[in-house]
């Protein structure tokens, strides 16, 4: 069985910082590409960051370069988000992908 589970959402402030994590299960993690995608209210669903199987590239969604961090550790089958100076407008549900499955997601709310 699949699992792809996200942790390390919550409330923060303006300015405050929080580290997602999605742990993989039941699917093949090292050598595969890992994405993190939000979704607000009302909105699309939005690619955030991806990462290469090895972690030896990364790209971001132009608003969120300089903020947010991916990483991965595969010994660990984990793939990790750090946001850093977060906004009201990052404010979403955010979503693990490994092709072709989805998380659960993990609410992110950015608000004081």
């Known amino acids: 069985q699949v699992q792809l589970v996200e942790s390390g959402g919550g409330l923060v402030q303006p300015g405050g910082s929080l580290r997602l994590s999605c742990a993989a299960s039941g699917v093949t993690f090292s050598g595969a590409a890992m994405s993190w995608y939000r979704q607000a209210p009302g909105k699309e669903r939005e690619l955030v960051a991806a990462?290469?199987?090895?972690?030896?590239?990364?790209d971001y969604a132009d608003s969120v370069k300089g903020r947010f961090t991916i990483s991965r550790d595969n010994a660990k089958n984990t793939v990790y988000l750090q946001m850093n100076s977060l906004k009201s407008e990052d404010t979403a549900v955010y979503y693990c992908?490994?092709?072709?499955?989805w998380g659960r997601g993990t609410q992110v709310t950015v608000s004081s």
């Open positions: 990462i290469s199987g090895d972690g030896g590239s990364t």
């Open positions: 992908w490994r092709w072709p499955y």
